[in-house]
């Protein structure tokens, strides 16, 4: 089910949209006018348009009916949206499409019905510039990074062909000779990609992920650019190259705002103890790159919370100000600190965790997803998904879901998971 919110009053609206099965994350277009949800029970990419605000249906050019929904063969691990929402791509790391290789990117186009596949073993996440013509899949359990690109065009016997494209592998070196990179990736999950896509910063999870060190890999993406500006297409298109890499103490997630040369990079710091029963317990940390200095740098690691964010690019949100950082896996003792912490990058400080005297609250349960208010509408709020349960806070901080708003107000119908910002005129 998805709710829909008015971000002026946070009233619920009694219209809702059905997209069936368990609903479990949401990916958008940049321009806020289209949105592709996952329910995870049935394996289904429903696209929302939010001119109509139901499941969009399309009709193919050969007169069939083409629902706006595509069915994957396994878990999606990961998805992304082009601009104006012509396709959607995922990664399934249980499907085969290739033999001998088990783990796939699908393309699915909503305007056709066509789809593309590309076996990638064990593909499990995606991440896809601003302009769709290049994305980063990363593997399970492996130091993999492999660039694949669409094309509009017939290129080659090797890779597959459908009306709607062409996608081409290639995987990057697992080592370099640039600075600081022996190693080049150490279990990478994400990327992010510069406003003009020229450079992608890719992460690497390290030790909380069995992998050897935490790390950002700076990639200058021009000559895959370049090879794709070529009448017709260099294929298989010109590897990145591999610039720098820069240690850090945990990467799950990262953000660079807009308007900022500031990358944040949030993850799992671990720290184990040695002997006959060796435990190991893991720090939420933030670092942050000032991505115009040369060569890049990271500050020093600054502690959050008792955990680090999962792998879902929404819990990382600037707010002009501040940075707000959710967390899962730190359900914590009654007054301990909570999933929520807000970062000034002004004091390079965090200035506050949330927390609860008494019993145990959704205010100290996982924080799946979170939306500012701001350029949409003016209102200095904070939509923020924590223990399942819609909460809305102020740029101080304050919740205000209980102390300014009626609580039955956001009572939404089953366990939030997601919230995002859209334009339906």
């Given at each position: 089910?998805?709710?829909?919110?008015?971000a002026?009053?946070?009233?619920i609206?009694?219209?809702?949209?059905?997209?069936?099965?368990?609903?479990?994350?949401?990916?958008?277009?940049?321009?806020?006018t289209?949105?592709?949800?996952?329910?995870?029970?049935?394996?289904?990419?429903?696209?929302?348009?939010?001119?109509?605000?139901?499941?969009?249906?399309?009709?193919?050019?050969?007169?069939?009916?083409?629902?706006?929904?595509?069915?994957?063969?396994?878990?999606?691990?990961?998805?992304?949206?082009?601009?104006?929402?012509?396709?959607?791509?995922?990664?399934?790391?249980?499907?085969?499409?290739?033999?001998?290789?088990?783990?796939?990117?699908?393309?699915?186009?909503?305007?056709?019905?066509?789809?593309?596949?590309?076996?990638?073993?064990?593909?499990?996440?995606?991440?896809?510039?601003?302009?769709?013509?290049?994305?980063?899949?990363?593997?399970?359990?492996?130091?993999?990074?492999?660039?694949?690109?669409?094309?509009t065009?017939?290129?080659?016997?090797?890779?597959?062909?459908?009306?709607t494209?062409?996608?081409?592998?290639?995987?990057?070196?697992?080592?370099?000779?640039?600075?600081?990179?022996?190693?080049?990736?150490?279990?990478?999950?994400?990327?992010?990609?510069?406003?003009?896509?020229?450079?992608?910063?890719?992460?690497?999870?390290?030790?909380?992920?069995?992998?050897?060190?935490?790390?950002?890999?700076?990639?200058?993406?021009?000559?895959?650019?370049?090879?794709?500006?070529?009448?017709?297409?260099?294929?298989?298109?010109?590897?990145?190259?591999?610039?720098?890499?820069?240690?850090?103490?945990g990467?799950?997630?990262?953000?660079?705002p807009?308007?900022?040369t500031?990358?944040?990079?949030?993850?799992?710091?671990?720290?184990?103890?040695?002997?006959?029963?060796?435990?190991?317990?893991?720090?939420g940390?933030?670092?942050?790159?000032?991505?115009?200095?040369?060569?890049?740098?990271?500050?020093?690691?600054?502690?959050?919370?008792?955990?680090?964010?999962?792998?879902?690019?929404?819990?990382?949100?600037?707010d002009?100000?501040?940075?707000?950082?959710?967390?899962?896996?730190?359900?914590?003792?009654?007054?301990?600190?909570?999933?929520?912490?807000?970062?000034?990058?002004?004091?390079?400080?965090?200035?506050?965790?949330?927390?609860?005297?008494?019993?145990?609250?959704?205010?100290?349960?996982?924080v799946?997803?979170?939306?500012?208010?701001?350029?949409?509408?003016?209102?200095?709020?904070?939509?923020?998904?924590?223990?399942?349960?819609?909460?809305?806070?102020?740029?101080?901080?304050?919740?205000?879901?209980?102390?300014v708003?009626?609580?039955?107000?956001?009572?939404?119908?089953?366990?939030?998971?997601?919230?995002?910002?859209?334009?339906?005129?």
């Amino acid at each position: 089910m998805l709710n829909i919110v008015d971000a002026d009053t946070d009233q619920i609206s009694l219209h809702t949209v059905v997209v069936g099965g368990t609903p479990t994350f949401m990916v958008q277009t940049a321009d806020q006018t289209a949105e592709v949800v996952y329910d995870s029970t049935n394996n289904v990419l429903s696209l929302i348009d939010n001119s109509t605000e139901t499941v969009e249906t399309t009709t193919s050019s050969g007169g069939s009916a083409v629902g706006g929904k595509a069915a994957l063969a396994g878990t999606v691990q990961s998805a992304a949206l082009v601009p104006g929402a012509t396709m959607v791509y995922a990664a399934v790391p249980t499907a085969s499409v290739a033999s001998n290789i088990t783990g796939t990117v699908y393309g699915v186009s909503f305007p056709t019905g066509g789809i593309l596949s590309v076996g990638i073993q064990g593909a499990r996440y995606l991440s896809m510039d601003h302009n769709a013509m290049n994305m980063l899949v990363f593997s399970q359990n492996s130091d993999t990074v492999t660039l694949l690109t669409s094309y509009t065009a017939a290129s080659s016997a090797e890779t597959l062909i459908s009306s709607t494209g062409t996608l081409t592998p290639q995987p990057l070196p697992s080592s370099s000779s640039a600075p600081n990179c022996s190693t080049t990736f150490s279990r990478p999950v994400a990327a992010v990609f510069s406003s003009d896509d020229k450079t992608a910063y890719v992460l690497s999870s390290g030790p909380a992920n069995s992998g050897t060190q935490a790390m950002v890999t700076v990639l200058d993406m021009a000559p895959s650019l370049n090879s794709e500006q070529l009448s017709p297409p260099q294929v298989p298109p010109a590897l990145p190259n591999i610039v720098q890499c820069i240690n850090v103490s945990g990467a799950n997630v990262g953000l660079l705002p807009p308007t900022s040369t500031q990358l944040y990079v949030a993850g799992a710091a671990i720290t184990c103890t040695t002997g006959a029963t060796p435990t190991c317990q893991q720090q939420g940390v933030l670092t942050v790159i000032n991505t115009s200095a040369s060569p890049l740098t990271a500050s020093s690691p600054v502690q959050f919370g008792p955990s680090a964010p999962n792998l879902l690019p929404g819990v990382l949100t600037f707010d002009g100000t501040n940075l707000w950082i959710g967390s899962t896996g730190c359900q914590v003792s009654a007054g301990a600190a909570g999933c929520l912490s807000l970062y000034s990058p002004a004091s390079s400080q965090i200035l506050a965790t949330n927390s609860l005297p008494g019993v145990l609250t959704d205010l100290t349960d996982d924080v799946t997803g979170m939306v500012w208010l701001q350029p949409f509408n003016k209102r200095n709020i904070m939509y923020v998904i924590e223990g399942g349960a819609l909460q809305v806070y102020d740029n101080y901080f304050n919740n205000l879901t209980t102390t300014v708003l009626n609580q039955t107000d956001l009572d939404i119908v089953g366990q939030a998971v997601d919230a995002m910002a859209v334009k339906n005129n």
